[in-house]
T-cell receptor
Framework: ELKVEQNPLFLSMQEGKNYTIYCNYS?????LYWYRQDPGKSLESLFV?????AVKQEGRLMASLDTKARLSTLHITAAVHDLSATYFC???????????FGTGTRLQVTL | GAGVSQSPSNKVTEKGKDVELRCDPI?????LYWYRQRLGQGLEFLIY????????KSGLPSDRFSAERTGESVSTLTIQRTQQEDSAVYLC????????????FGSGTRLTVV
């Protein structure tokens, strides 16, 4: 059974600081996704990582994928308050179409 | 439509009643998914439709839960004899099958069983 774990589960950081969220998964995967969820809202797609070594960047967020280590990272550079949200990674394996989600990381950026 | 539409957005029901939750996927998206999110937790997969058939319904938690899809479009998730532990946000998503772009999620239905 595929398991997807994220850490940390909760992250409080000051504006201007850098930090990394980690996503580990238990079986070989073809694709990995990062989503953002604001409180009381639905999920917004951030990144799609399709191959080993893939790196995507959007603003202060950068996501990477190491399929050999079964690890993805979401790096936050010079955090701002607007990045406060819960971030989920999700994985699809083999021929399955369903996404299996990680536990989520609640990010709180303080002024 | 432009996005995935879910209704109602909020539903409060008494324990023991049946509820129906509706999802309108993006036009042309043949794959449709239902997930459940309990307060402060991650997303639990419930069921996956490809067209009108459900090749994976492994996440339905009990026989009180059922779902159907008609016309390769609208899907309805039905919960019979609701229990308090059914309280959660129910999220629907759609995609092209095998899409590399992942899913587009609806805004969810918040179900509260009192």
């Amino acid at each position: 059974e595929l398991k997807v774990e994220q850490n940390p589960l909760f992250l409080s950081m000051q504006e201007g600081k850098n930090y990394t969220i980690y996503c580990n998964y238990s079986t070989t995967s073809d694709r990995l996704y990062w989503y953002r969820q604001d409180p009381g809202k639905s999920l917004e797609s951030l990144f799609v990582l399709l191959s080993n070594g893939a790196v995507k960047q959007e603003g202060r967020l950068m996501a990477s994928l190491d399929t050999k280590a079964r690890l993805s990272t979401l790096h936050i550079t010079a955090a701002v308050h607007d990045l406060s949200a819960t971030y989920f990674c999700a994985v699809i394996t083999g021929t399955a179409s369903k996404l299996t989600f990680g536990t989520g990381t609640r990010l709180q950026v303080t002024l | 439509g432009a996005g995935v539409s879910q209704s109602p957005s909020n539903k409060v029901t008494e324990k023991g009643k049946d509820v129906e939750l509706r999802c309108d996927p993006i036009s042309g998206h043949t794959a449709l998914y239902w997930y459940r999110q309990r307060l402060g937790q991650g997303l639990e997969f419930l069921i996956y439709f490809q067209g009108n058939s459900a090749p994976d319904k492994s996440g339905l938690p009990s026989d009180r839960f059922s779902a159907e899809r008609t016309g390769e479009s609208v899907s309805t998730l039905t919960i019979q004899r609701t229990q308090q532990e059914d309280s959660a946000v129910y999220l629907c998503a759609s995609s092209f099958p095998g899409s590399s772009y992942g899913y587009t999620f609806g805004s969810g239905t918040r179900l509260t069983v009192v």
